[in-house]
């Protein structure tokens, strides 16, 4: 069996460094995108409260119409 050459092992040695420096910048990426998608839940969240807010504000203005005394 033959041994492999200093050439064939410093080729595969440039193989794996840029599959690191690949998978470090998908990493990177990856990271920003969830932060990304952290911040855009957080504003819809807050989005629907207010929105649960003013709903929830109708329905007691409704229901205090509804007992109030008719002129």
């Avoid at 050459?5 to 193989?15: A, F, G, R, V």
């Avoid at 990856?30 to 504003?43: G, P, Y």
């Avoid at 629907?48 to 504000?57: G, Q, S, V, Y």
């Amino acid at each position: 069996m033959d041994s492999p050459s200093l050439k064939d092992i410093n080729k595969k040695l440039d193989e794996l460094i840029l599959a690191y420096h690949n998978a470090k910048d998908e990493n990177l990426k990856l990271k920003a995108e969830a932060q990304t998608w952290q911040h855009e839940r957080q504003r819809l969240l807050q989005q629907n409260e207010l929105a649960r807010n003013k709903i929830a504000e109708m329905l007691s203005r409704l229901r205090h119409l509804e007992h109030e005394p008719n002129e």
